[in-house]
């Protein structure tokens, strides 16, 4: 299976990375040549290459992103022995990426000695750690291939950390590709993105979401067509929603909020167990990992066995800074939790508009659409747009830190208002 399998409805970029990983690989062999040959120099690149030092993918949620990033940086590192073979015997086969070579399965796990895949679960990517990761760009490639940084969440870069990483992508190593993911190109200091190839992601089309959870994670069609119409297309949402029970539960409790605003008191509550929910969220991954990384944190600076274990001097601020990283982290949870809540919630106002309008086009939440139905007869599509417009209003409040359960509640008095 090519690493362009998992690329979901996006041919056109899928076929520019892949003629770009082509000529990366001849980029490669040509100056491998060359010192083979005793050259004082490595033969320049050719301005007709498609191959450059930094990439930026962008596209909506679910779109694939990182995902086609990953991909580019496996057939970056591709070392098939079947390609050379393929490539003199057929044009334009033997092309990079074949998916089974040491290169190519060590990236997209993760392994790969060359390629740094950087994602945070915390709120914003600091100076620290670019710092680091400008400092990792710098060196070369112990494989002799590339140093490729996949930068999964450069919208989160804050303004210091990105002006570092301008002068990385200004002046790059000869063999490091910087790989940027963000949802939009605005997201992006403009500094940095005019350094880079702008590639824009498409939402996949439902048809081949649910395809591709049926063949990777084994789904059973029918569920997996309902999970990529319910998310629209959103390929991580769909296999959790297709997978976890618990997922399917927040969600129906969810698209049950439009019949609960009737006067301000449902509106309070609704907006109160909103918060909770995304608060519970927040508790399990707590549990899950930060118990587990702050033993290890302990032994690592020599902690007496058990959480009773005094710290030896000198270590608190490592606690300390431990703590404080998962604090960031749990907010960032719950605000990711809130958001998906919000955007199942932009769906169901969605339908709504679809059946006032007469739309021929298929229910997103097809398993609600009595309550759909109701919606819709008993209000008119200006109304139905301007919740829509709260629903948004709420989610960009909570960009601005706005505290959560005041822009929820904000947004459940402006649903019951219409």
Not at 7 to 12: E, L, M, Y
Not at 139 to 156: H, K, N, T, Y
Not at 254 to 282: F, M, N, S, T, Y
């Amino acid at each position: 299976m090519a690493v362009w399998d998992d690329v979901v409805g996006q041919d056109r970029v899928t076929e520019q990375l892949a003629a770009a990983a082509c000529d990366a690989d001849a980029i490669v062999a040509a100056e491998s040549a060359a010192r083979g040959a005793g050259a004082a120099a490595a033969p320049e690149r050719s301005g007709a290459s498609q191959m450059t030092h930094a990439w930026l993918f962008t596209g909506p949620p679910g779109a694939g992103r990182a995902t086609a990033a990953r991909a580019f940086a496996a057939a970056l590192q591709c070392v098939s022995p079947d390609r050379a073979a393929l490539a003199s015997s057929t044009h334009g086969g033997g092309a990079p990426g074949c998916g089974f070579c040491d290169g190519c399965h060590t990236t997209l796990v993760g392994t790969h000695a060359d390629v740094e895949i950087v994602r945070t679960d915390l709120l914003s990517i600091g100076v620290k750690e670019t710092r680091e990761l400008v400092r990792r760009a710098s060196l070369s490639p112990a494989g002799g291939r590339w140093q490729v940084i996949v930068l999964e969440d450069a919208d989160r870069l804050t303004e210091g950390a990105g002006n570092v990483l301008l002068k990385a992508v200004e002046e790059p190593a000869p063999r490091t590709v910087w790989l940027l993911c963000a949802p939009s190109i605005e997201d992006v200091l403009p500094t940095i993105r005019s350094r880079c190839r702008h590639l824009s992601l498409r939402t996949p089309p439902i048809s081949a979401v649910a395809e591709i959870l049926v063949r990777r994670d084994g789904i059973d069609p029918e569920a997996a067509d309902r999970a990529a119409r319910a998310t629209q297309g959103h390929i991580d949402r769909a296999r959790r929603l297709a997978t976890d029970e618990r997922a399917r539960a927040r969600r129906a409790a969810v698209l049950k909020l439009p019949l609960r605003v009737d006067d301000i008191g449902g509106c309070l509550k609704a907006a109160q167990e909103l918060i909770d929910a995304a608060g519970e969220d927040a508790k399990q991954v707590a549990e899950e990992v930060d118990v587990k990384e702050t033993e290890e944190l302990r032994a690592a600076l020599g902690a007496a066995a058990g959480t009773g274990g005094r710290l030896p001097r000198g270590t608190a601020g490592a606690m300390k800074e431990l703590q404080d990283r998962q604090k960031r982290r749990s907010t960032r949870t719950q605000r990711d939790s809130l958001d998906l809540a919000l955007v199942d919630l932009t769906g169901f106002y969605r339908d709504v508009l679809a059946v006032q309008m007469g739309a021929s086009v298929p229910l997103a939440n097809d398993e609600v659409g009595d309550s759909v139905r109701r919606i819709a007869t008993a209000s008119t599509p200006e109304r139905t747009l301007r919740r829509i417009e709260a629903v948004i209003a709420c989610r960009e409040a909570l960009e601005r830190n706005v505290a959560p359960l005041l822009a929820v509640e904000a947004m459940t008095v402006a649903l019951r208002a219409g």
